[in-house]
């Protein structure tokens, strides 16, 4: 089946995690999943959208993007963020006709950050391999209905980071979230092109929920904003539905 575009996962998501969506080519972030440890001490989410923009265009040569059907760009999260660089920075790497969607994300500023510190700390406490030593920090990333409804799809996530499925060390973790933490969204987000632009927010995501949605719609006014009544913050397991490519 051809391709319509391509996922961004997320901070400790592996592209394993997205491959049910069959419209895209899930990429693999470095240093989580099958992706390479990068020989660097550190790096930026500018540095991932660059090996990113290879990938695509490697993925993508030959291919045929028109106004109608462009290449959809899709970042879940931390990877909206490394979307937003290549909507900006490191758009000419990228067909002309593309289609850029930013699934529950953040623009990290000072009064929102990506990774507020209380959320770092229950994360940092984590330990053992017992469900109800995990709970608590993984609970944050569901909306409440989501957890009252589903619990055993709850758990399951639990188990899976519990044994590790995303296959990612704790430093490689560490590692992104200090990524994360030096990303400036006010500069992409606002340097957007409205017209291939659509932000996806959930009215119950406790990590980048209705605040985080209102900064990106000052940074982009001119874009699409969609607020998903009830959706918490793991779009691909709450809503698969809206990861179809005719949603965008």
């Known amino acids: 089946m ?3 575009g391509v996922l961004i996962p997320g901070l400790s998501m592996a592209a394993s995690e997205l491959e049910q969506f069959s419209d895209f080519l899930a990429l693999e972030n470095p240093e989580v999943g099958t992706g390479q440890m990068l020989p660097v001490d550190a790096y930026s989410l500018l540095d991932l959208a660059k090996i990113h923009a290879e990938k695509i265009a490697a993925a993508f040569d030959g291919s045929r993007f028109e106004e109608s059907q462009p290449l959809l760009v899709v970042g879940i999260s931390m990877g909206g963020m490394i979307a937003s ?3 900006t920075d490191l758009r000419q790497h990228l067909p002309k006709h593309c289609r850029f969607a930013f699934l529950v994300t953040s623009a990290n500023i000072r009064e929102h950050p990506a990774i507020p510190e209380r959320l770092l700390t229950e994360w940092s406490r984590m330990k053992g391999e017992q469900l109800d030593a995990v709970r608590p920090a993984f609970a944050p990333l569901f909306s409440p209905d989501f957890l009252k409804d589903h619990p055993e799809r709850f758990d399951a996530y639990c188990e899976y980071r519990i044994r590790r499925g995303n296959r990612q060390t704790a430093k490689s973790f560490y590692r992104q979230v200090q990524a994360i933490q030096r990303f400036d969204g006010a500069k992409t987000f606002a340097a ?3 017209n291939e632009s659509l932000f996806i927010s959930g009215s119950d995501d ?3 929920g209705p605040p985080h949605a ?3 719609g000052q940074l982009a006014p001119a874009a699409e904003h969609r607020i998903v009544a009830g959706l918490g913050h793991m779009i691909h397991l709450e809503r698969p539905d809206l990861l179809q490519a005719a949603s965008f």
């Open 206 to 208: 406790q990590l980048f």
């Open 192 to 194: 957007l092109r409205p």
């Open 214 to 216: 209102k900064i990106l």
């Open 85 to 87: 660089h290549l909507a």
């Open 2 to 4: 051809e391709k319509r």
